[in-house]
């Protein structure tokens, strides 16, 4: 199975009510939320990630991916059960037919709820690697 993700991490907070180590992670966040897109693939009860559309940076680039590895354990059975479902009432025929079914319910909410599993993960990987910059003088 392959799903490919936009990266998903808009800021509830304006980057200016936060002190300046949180500014310049949510600033970062955002920037990244339009340039960065990866793509699982799972065979043989193996998950891979690879990147689609990079940010140029390949440390951002592996944060990405990583915290859609991290989530992706927990959303692939639900995603799998609800496209078997999708296939026995013929809304679709093949899991190739996917992309179609992305915008119908229980797919949206699942998006919903992995973008929420994903976006903490994607600020904490951030934010270390901001700090890893500045400790290098980066």
Request: a positive charge; glycine letters at 6%.
């Amino acid at each position: 199975m392959i799903l490919a993700v936009a990266l998903m991490s808009a800021q509830a907070v304006t980057a200016s009510a936060l002190p300046a180590d949180d500014a310049e992670i949510v600033v970062t966040a955002r920037r990244l939320s339009n340039r960065w897109s990866g793509q699982i693939t799972t065979e043989n009860n193996e998950n891979t990630c690879k990147t689609i559309r990079s940010t140029g940076d390949d440390e951002f680039d592996t944060i990405g991916c990583t915290a859609m590895l991290k989530c992706w354990p927990e959303f692939f059975p639900r995603i799998e059960t609800a496209l078997k479902a999708e296939i026995a009432t013929g809304r679709i025929k093949t899991r190739a037919d996917m992309d179609k079914t992305n915008r119908r319910p229980p797919f949206r909410k699942m998006w919903v709820d992995m973008g929420k599993c994903i976006q903490p993960k994607i600020r904490d990987g951030i934010r270390a690697e901001i700090k890893r910059r500045k400790a290098d003088g980066k």
